[in-house]
């Protein structure tokens, strides 16, 4: 029994969610590989080496593979699908547009989301935006699964020696092609891998005020900005700061809260940071269910506060 983890990477080192997901994988038993269908990526694949628990790397090179297009990530996985019982993507954009081609091809059932490995053939996965945790058992030869990083701790990225195996890339489908991307450029970490996120809610009222008093915090904080989707939704913040089920999924270390009441669709998206901090104004805010720290005030004159004594 052997495991495959699809690499997320940005060809020349390893993505954080790459990490939680080879720790999903060492759960499911036996050995662990790691596929890098890259473009002159031998230095991911060389990274993929140097993590603790992995076996073995397989690095596929080609220019097909330059602009990571769903189509031929997946036809390079269905290639050496034939040698693993267990096929592990992260769960976040990339992982999820991969994983339901090549399940679909094998002709077995995708396993989404899983936040725990029971057996190898048992997994939990939460549903109804994380208020019930369903535990799912596979029959199908191969397992294909999408893990949600929040769920596993990362494997150590350095500690290992892996044998790296180059192998021949699969040709371009031809199916797709790239034609460009936009891609927003900040000095601030990661959404998704950062240790300290600040959210603002509806209840800041505009752009203008978000900007005023939200970036002042995370600046003092070295954070991250994060929005619920009614902010976003408002145009108060960027799509690619949502925070939630239909979002992006955190759990850094601290999570601070502003004027975000707490809709279920979005403590599914960060209810597992380790410290939540919430201040809103309303005591009957869904917020202050999760909150190891709440504060009842009006965020325009607390956060404020919070910047002066920080």
């Known amino acids: 029994m052997t495991s495959l983890v699809i690499a997320e990477h940005d060809h020349a080192s390893i993505k954080g969610a790459t990490l939680n997901t080879v720790t999903a994988a060492a759960a499911c038993g036996g050995d662990v590989h790691v596929l890098v269908a890259g473009h002159n ?61 090549v399940a679909a091809k094998l002709d077995v059932g995708q396993i989404s989301d899983i936040t725990k490995v029971e057996s190898p053939d048992t997994f939990e996965r939460p549903i109804y935006a994380g208020n019930a945790i369903a535990t799912v058992q596979s029959a199908d030869a191969t397992k294909v699964i999408t893990v949600r990083t929040t769920g596993f701790d990362p494997a150590a990225a350095t500690g290992g020696a892996a044998a790296v195996d180059a192998v021949s890339a699969t040709a371009d489908s031809g199916k797709s092609s790239f034609v460009g991307s936009e891609i927003a450029k900040s000095d601030r970490p990661e959404l998704t891998a950062a240790k300290i996120i600040v959210s603002g809610g509806r209840a800041l009222g505009s752009s203008e005020k978000f900007s005023e008093v939200m970036t002042p915090l995370a600046d003092k904080l070295g954070a991250a900005l994060g929005a619920s989707r009614a ?68 965020l325009f004159a607390a956060v404020p506060e919070l910047i002066s004594t920080l």
């Open 41 to 101: 990526a031998g230095a991911a694949a060389a990274a993929a080496a140097q993590i603790a628990g992995v076996a073995k790397v397989i690095h596929a090179d080609s220019a097909a593979f330059a602009n990571g297009l769903a189509e031929n990530v997946a036809a390079q996985v269905l290639a050496i699908a034939a040698n693993y019982s267990h096929i592990l993507f992260p769960a976040t954009a990339s992982g999820k547009n991969v994983a339901p081609r």
């Open 231 to 298: 902010a976003v939704d408002a145009g108060y913040a960027p799509n690619d700061w949502q925070v939630g089920q239909t979002g992006k999924i955190v759990a850094p270390q601290l999570y601070v809260a502003c004027g975000i009441s707490g809709a279920i669709q979005h403590l599914a998206g960060m209810k597992d940071s380790k410290v939540i901090v919430a201040i809103n104004k309303d005591p009957e805010a869904p917020i202050f269910s999760v909150a190891d720290y709440g504060l009842e005030a009006d």
